[in-house]
């Protein structure tokens, strides 16, 4: 028992932690902390990149 405990302990309380967020319904506020985050990242880019971004753009419009 003490083998199969060292060998699969992370993976034991990963589930519980997964079961966890499931029965709580976390999972709705993770997901809407992860696309703030990533909003923050992209407008942080676009900001600091305007010009490559605005010629991708067009590029993609073009090939449209």
Do not use: P, S
């Amino acid at each position: 028992m003490k083998d199969f405990w060292e060998q699969y302990k992370g993976i034991i309380v990963g589930v519980i932690i997964a079961i966890l967020i499931m029965c709580t319904r976390l999972y709705n506020v993770i997901l809407w902390i992860i696309l703030i985050v990533l909003g923050a990242f992209i407008g942080n880019y676009v900001q600091h990149n305007k010009n490559e971004v605005k010629d991708r753009i067009k590029k993609f419009i073009d090939k449209m």
